[in-house]
């Protein structure tokens, strides 16, 4: 996997932990340095101005969105688990 496909799946596991809420640039770099990717906001935003070249993410009103992929609302359960699904298409 190349640094630009864990950038977009890390990108996609944020989403999903967080009810389809995008990371910001600071939260997107904490989650690659816990993965153990050292990088600056620079070499991040280059890599991003590439996914969304390759039609893998857009920015729409300065969010990261994830081209082709839908995001469903989880179902809450009474035991307060929620069911998250993440579709690719």
Known sequence: MTRRDEIFEVLCDYADAHLGNSPSIRD???EMHKRG???SKGTLQVHL????ADKRIDRVDGKLIVINSDWIRPEV???GQSDIVRLDI
Not at 49 to 52: C, D, I, K, S
């Open 77 to 79: 359960f009474s035991d």
């Open 37 to 39: 990717y050292k990088m």
């Open 49 to 52: 101005v590439h996914l969304q």
């Open 28 to 30: 997107l770099l904490k």
